[in-house]
């Protein structure tokens, strides 16, 4: 057991000690959610681990929405939606410099379907997404990054239950967004520097 808390003692700091020498390592983030009637705003937190990358956390529980997994909404569905993303990030100029980046990320998301009928869905995926960007810092510390990439959702867990008298639009719409799916993406994150 002591070897273990060792190890991953000497893990911490190893990711650490670049943040430790620098002035400025966290980064608060917003992705705002302004595709789905801004709902679900995701605020997070990332840090710089090396000259030119960062890693971070950022995520949503329980937020109510109409939001879909990918597409068009369906007024008569609402969505319970709950997300924990973890992204990478990497500047060839530095962690938090303006220019250009690419980001990788992984996270969970959930979502609680219910329609006005009675029909119920629910999904959890494990999220895999890769964007490519530009990133602006301002001596501030508010930051702009605007990336464009895609995503991967992998269904581990999801069940249905449809209403008798439920209509054939929303039958569809609650299958498509129960199913592994594959989806390009844009977005914006705002963020904070200090």
């Given amino acids: 057991m002591k070897t273990i808390k060792r190890w991953i003692l000497c893990c911490l700091l190893w990711v650490c000690s670049d943040p430790c020498l620098s002035a400025e390592w966290i980064n608060v983030i917003l992705l705002p959610d302004s595709f789905n009637a801004f709902d679900c705003h995701q605020p ?17 529980f329980d937020c109510d929405t109409d939001r879909s997994t990918y597409g068009s909404t369906n007024e008569s569905v609402s969505n319970t939606f ?7 990030r990497y500047s060839r100029k530095g962690a938090f410099q303006d220019g250009t980046l690419i980001q990788a990320l992984v996270g969970v998301e959930k979502s ?9 869905a629910d999904v959890t995926f494990v999220d895999f997404g890769l964007h490519y960007g530009y990133q602006w810092f301002w001596s501030s510390g508010f ?17 249905q239950e449809i209403a008798q008298n439920e209509t054939s639009d929303v039958i569809d719409y609650l299958e498509k967004n129960t199913e592994t799916n ?5 977005g914006v994150i705002l963020g904070w520097v200090f």
Avoid: C, D, Q
Wanted: no cysteine.
């Fill in 182 to 186: 594959i989806h390009g993406g844009i």
């Fill in 143 to 159: 930051n702009v990054s605007a990336m464009a990439g895609v995503a991967y959702l992998v269904e581990t867990n999801s069940s």
């Fill in 112 to 120: 609680k379907f219910r329609s006005a009928l009675g029909s119920k």
């Fill in 82 to 88: 709950s997300r924990v993303l973890i992204p990478w």
């Fill in 44 to 60: 997070g937190v990332e840090f710089k681990v090396a000259e030119k990358s960062s890693v971070g956390i950022l995520g949503r």
